[in-house]
């Protein structure tokens, strides 16, 4: 990539997806007109620029799947007029910068799948316009800052395979009420699953496996989400391995778009009930492997004609296979 310092009224610069390699050219600090700057998908590597603070009119920085590494330098701390800022994939590391919450125009961060490290920056809370929030595939630790949650306007909130732990908070629903995307799986996340999301009217894709949930499901509450396409709570303990635990899944008969629900490797007791025939007919995957659940599988089942997996590993199940189960065409085997 050849220096574009001389043009000094450049507004933008797109080469994604191409193979360019080597590092990120200082020179680009030059281009004090400059306002999108989008490397994405190439393989650049070394550090990010310090230059690129010079940009002072820069307002979407994309620097994904590229191969960079070190600190997000200090000194972009002075571009306060970004918009969106995306470095997915690539191996940052250090602490996500408390500076970031300046940004006050940022709608945009992605930060997902680096070697970031430390704990999430109290001050993001004050990025009041922020709609995307993706920071999964790291190494952060500790708790979600109480201010983040409280930035209503955010419709995507990914913290995704990191080592964060404490409590859902139980309004997270009220004060996120703009959620489109929740995805907190692959934490240490205790507690009970919030029912306040039934005010999120507008979730489609809910998953929190793969953490130390407790309880049961809220469906009288998530059933009233008519937007949910995933829900994915595996790999945790709900459940009491009793009778009747999964009495919910009738309330789940509303999400009419469901596609993907996931309850596997948890405690979930009883029979499954008949209303499990009542699910979406658009469901394509219906995970129950590694629970308690005993007795015969209802024939209703084969009224989930898109089903291409069903997992019932690992239960107590017994009496015959239904005959509506080798029904279902789209069923992989």
């Known amino acids: 990539m050849e220096p574009h310092g001389n043009l000094s009224g450049l507004t933008g610069i797109d080469l994604v997806n191409n193979s360019f390699a080597g590092e990120i050219p200082q020179e680009i600090g030059r281009l004090r007109s400059l306002r999108s700057l989008n490397l994405s998908g190439n393989s650049f590597g070394g550090k990010i620029p310090s230059n690129i603070s010079h940009c002072a009119q820069l307002r979407v920085l994309r620097l994904v799947s590229n191969e960079l590494i070190g600190s997000i330098p200090n000194q972009l701390s002075s571009l306060v007029n970004l918009y969106y800022v995306s470095a997915d994939e690539n191996n940052l590391t250090g602490a996500i910068p408390n500076w970031i919450g300046n940004f006050s125009y940022l709608h945009g961060l992605y930060l997902t799948q680096n070697n970031f490290r430390g704990s999430i920056p109290n001050e993001l809370g004050r990025l009041t316009r922020l709609a995307e929030f993706s920071i999964g595939l790291n190494n952060l630790f500790g708790i979600v800052p109480s201010s983040i949650y409280n930035i209503s306007s955010i419709t995507t909130f990914a913290v995704t395979g990191n080592q964060l732990h404490g409590e859902l908070p139980p309004n997270v629903g009220i004060r996120l009420p703009n959620l489109e995307i929740f995805n907190c799986g692959m934490n240490n996340f205790t507690g009970a699953i919030p029912a306040s999301w039934s005010n999120s009217s507008r979730l489609q894709n809910l998953d ?3 953490n130390g949930l407790t309880g049961t499901l809220p469906a009288e509450n998530l059933g009233r989400l008519r937007s949910l396409v995933r829900i994915n709570f595996s790999r945790n303990r709900l459940g009491s391995g009793k009778a009747g635990d999964l009495n919910f899944l009738g309330f789940l008969a509303n999400c009419t778009g469901l596609e993907n629900l996931g309850l596997d490797n948890n405690h979930f007791g009883g029979e499954l009930p008949r209303s499990i025939a009542n699910l979406s007919t658009q469901l394509k995957y219906l995970y129950l492997g590694r629970n308690l659940i005993h007795g015969s599988i209802p024939e209703g089942i084969g009224n989930l004609t898109s089903l291409a997996l069903l997992g019932m ?21």
């Open 208 to 210: 929190c496996g793969g």
């Open 313 to 333: 590993n690992n239960n107590y199940f017994s009496g015959s296979v239904p005959d509506a189960i080798g029904k279902l065409q789209k069923l992989q085997v």
